[in-house]
C-alpha cells in the first residue's frame, strides 16, 4: 500500500474544490527559496546521463567523504537496502525504527519480512539490541526535530559493527544543522550506510538527486545494483555547481533560520498556548504538538478550507508545517488566527 506523503497538492486542491494557485503549500520540508539554475549546456540535454567526475567531487567535498553513489533520491536506496543487506546478513531479521518518522524506512523493512522494533525519542538500550540486526536513526528527526549527537551515533556505530549489525542513518534534513552533527566522515567501516538529500535544502526537490555516503564496497554494490543513468544530465550539472558555492550554503542557512524564527513566533500568537502544547523542528520544519492530540485533524481541515495545505503526521496527533517566505506569513496568520476565535471542540468539521 502506498503510503501518504506530502506534496500533493493537485489532490487536495481537488478535494477541496479551491484552485491550485490559490493555496499556500506547507506540506513538504522543502526550502521555499531555491539555488538559482545555473546556465546548462544543449549537449548535457541531448546526451545520456554520463558519470559527472566534478559532481563526485563537489559531492565528496560537501559531505566530507571519501566515498559517494549519486542517486534520484534517498528512496531507491531505501527500497533497494533489506534485499541487499540479506546478501550480506542472510542470519538479520530484526530492525530497530523511529516510531515517528519517515515511514518508507519501516515499509521497505517490512516488506522484506524483517521483524519491526519502534523507539520513541531515545535510541533503544543498547543491551536489547539483537546480533545481527538493523538499527535505523534519522537524524534530525522528521517530523519531531530530535537531534542526535555525533558522538552518541558513533557509539551505536560501535556497538552495531560488534553485533554484525547495520547502521543506516538518514540525514536528509542535516543541511541546516552544525557540521558536528552528521557522520557522513565516520563511515569508512563495513556496517554504516548515510542517506543525503539534495533537493530539501536546496530547495530543488523537483530535480530528483540525492546521496548515499558509505565505504567503497557498499558503493559499489548500490551502483551495481541501481544500474546506468540513475540521475539525469541536467540535475547533475545543477548539483555540482550548488554543493560548490559555499556564499550561497551560507546565504541560505541563514535566510532559513530567520524565516523559521518569524514563523514559529507567528505560530504562537495565531493558537497560543491554550492550542499548542509544544513546537519542534528545524529551520525546514516546524511540527506542532497541541493540548488535546484531536484538535490536530480538525485544524488541519479548517487550514485546507482556507487553501493553507500543511501536513498531518501519519498518527493524526500532530501538524507539520514547512517553512514560508515572508510575504506569505499574513496569509498562514490570518488562516491560523481565524480559526481559535473558540473552543475548538465546537468547530464543525467540513465533509469536503
Known amino acids: 500500500m502506498a503510503l501518504i506523503h506530502g506534496g500533493q497538492l493537485q489532490q487536495i486542491a481537488n478535494q477541496y474544490k479551491i484552485p491550485t494557485e490559490q493555496w499556500l503549500d506547507l506540506s513538504t520540508g522543502i526550502a521555499p527559496t531555491s539555488y538559482p539554475i545555473p546556465h546548462i549546456p544543449l549537449s548535457i540535454w541531448q546526451n545520456l546521463p554520463q558519470s559527472n567526475s566534478e559532481l563526485l567531487a563537489a559531492a565528496k567535498h560537501y559531505y566530507q567523504c571519501e566515498h559517494v553513489t549519486v542517486t534520484n533520491g534517498s528512496q531507491a536506496i531505501i527500497k533497494a537496502l533489506p534485499q541487499l543487506w540479506q546478501l550480506k546478513n542472510s542470519t538479520s531479521q530484526h530492525v530497530y525504527l523511529p516510531k515517528y518518522g519517515y515511514k518508507e ?3 521497505a523493512w517490512r516488506k522484506a519480512g524483517y521483524e519491526l522494533h519502534f523507539y520513541l ?7 536489547a539490541i539483537y546480533l545481527n540486526s538493523v538499527l535505523v536513526i534519522i537524524n534530525p528527526n522528521n517530523p519531531t526535530g530530535k537531534l542526535f549527537t555525533r558522538k552518541i551515533i558513533m557509539q551505536y556505530q560501535a556497538l552495531m559493527q560488534e553485533l554484525n549489525g547495520l547502521l543506516v542513518v ?5 543541511d541546516v544543522i552544525t557540521d558536528d552533527h552528521s557522520i557522513c566522515s565516520q563511515v569508512e567501516n563495513s556496517n554504516t550506510l548515510v542517506f543525503r538529500s539534495f533537493g530539501k535544502f536546496f530547495g530543488l526537490a523537483g530535480i ?3 546521496f548515499l555516503v558509505a565505504n567503497k564496497n557498499w558503493c559499489n554494490i548500490f551502483n551495481e545494483h541501481l544500474g546506468p543513468w540513475q540521475v539525469n544530465g541536467p540535475a547533475q550539472v545543477v548539483a555540482q555547481h550548488a554543493l560548490k558555492d559555499t556564499a550561497w550554503h551560507q546565504q541560505q542557512k541563514q535566510q532559513l533560520n530567520t524565516l523559521r524564527k518569524k514563523q514559529e513566533a507567528l505560530l504562537w500568537q495565531a493558537f497560543g498556548s491554550e492550542v499548542i ?3 519542534r523542528g528545524t529551520d525546514l520544519f516546524l511540527t506542532l504538538s497541541f493540548n488535546d492530540a484531536e484538535s490536530a485533524e480538525k485544524i488541519y481541515k479548517l487550514l485546507c478550507q482556507q487553501a493553507v495545505y500543511v501536513r498531518l503526521t501519519d498518527e493524526k496527533d500532530k ?3 514547512g517553512i514560508t517566505t515572508k510575504d506569505k506569513l499574513n496569509k498562514l496568520f490570518n488562516a ?3 480559526i481559535i476565535p473558540s473552543p475548538l471542540s465546537f468547530f464543525p468539521l467540513s465533509e469536503s
Open 105 to 107: 524506512h519501516a515499509q
Open 121 to 127: 525519542d531515545e535510541l533503544p538500550p543498547i543491551d
Open 170 to 174: 538518514d540525514e536528509a534534513f542535516m
Open 208 to 210: 530528483r538527486i540525492g
Open 277 to 279: 502544547a509544544e513546537i
Open 319 to 321: 501538524l507539520r508545517f
Open 336 to 338: 491560523c488566527h481565524s
